[in-house]
């Protein structure tokens, strides 16, 4: 079994020391997301855990208490969420630098291939604009170039909440949402991509409906079977109650929606 910790909210950033308790109990309670009456009791025991993936916007506290992770024999990898975007986007974003810090030396401990960069989602605003990603994408890759292998993208999708929370501030002049045809939005793709050749990165698309291979970003999967069976020895099947477009392998998430204070005005769980 996988442990997906968690696509609903960070608990790595905000949560960490309620699951190391879970971790000590060896089990937690998770609400079905749909039917919060509906709750079912997810082992945490070593012997039924082949991984966990944790997915974060700030990777201070796994850095913290990985030694105590693989002491106990747990394999994992890390989901790093880092765009750099203005305050308005993201009120509560820890600092780039001490982030991207705190990434070095969390990969000089168990791995460059144990951290993943994520640049999610990709918004067009005006306030991050195509020139603003250009430049922005570039100096992250670089700043990562010496210790982050892979870099997972998405398109912003329009949520309905996000969509409110984002009219609002079109509605207070905070900033004015973009549309690009294809051809914009595949040359921005495809500077990123060459960007992340140039520092060593391979670079794979999220769960998007368009495969974007002839601009040098294959489909990839965040909760990848390759990389798990790499880190635990195990096989697992493509998830199927995730989006269509999704090519994660089954996992089982222990967080909840709705809970999470980055407050990241475009996020799909908030």
Request: proline letters at 4%; hydrophobic letters at 35%; aromatic letters at 10%.
């Amino acid at each position: 079994m996988i442990i997906s910790v968690s696509r609903r909210c960070d608990i790595p950033r905000y949560n960490f020391d309620w699951f190391i308790e879970r971790l000590n109990e060896g089990f937690v309670d998770v609400a079905n997301p749909y039917n919060a009456s509906q709750i079912k009791r997810i082992s945490l025991n070593c012997t039924d855990v082949n991984a966990f993936v944790f997915w974060t916007r700030n990777p201070e506290n796994i850095l913290a208490n990985a030694d105590e992770l693989i002491k106990r024999g747990f394999p994992f990898y890390v989901m790093v969420s880092l765009t750099g975007y203005p305050g308005v986007l993201e009120p509560n974003q820890a600092s780039v630098p001490e982030v991207i810090s705190c990434m070095k030396k969390l990969a000089q401990k168990i791995g460059q291939g144990r951290v993943i960069w994520r640049y999610d989602p990709v918004i067009l605003t005006s306030i991050t604009d195509k020139d603003f990603h250009k430049h922005n994408f570039s100096e992250l890759a670089q700043n990562m170039s010496d210790f982050v292998r892979r870099i997972i993208i998405s398109i912003y999708d329009k949520y309905q909440k996000a969509q409110k929370r984002l009219y609002e501030l079109e509605k207070a002049g905070e900033l004015q949402m973009q549309n690009v045809d294809e051809k914009e939005l595949h040359g921005l793709l495809a500077d990123f991509a060459k960007c992340a050749k140039a520092v060593g990165m391979e670079i794979q698309s999220c769960a998007e409906k368009e495969d974007f291979s002839f601009l040098g970003i294959k489909p990839g999967a965040c909760i990848d079977a390759e990389l798990v069976k790499k880190n635990c020895g195990a096989e697992f099947a493509r998830d199927k109650n995730q989006r269509p477009d999704c090519l994660c392998c089954r996992s089982t998430d222990i967080g909840s929606y709705g809970t999470c204070k980055a407050q990241c005005v475009y996020c799909y769980a908030c």
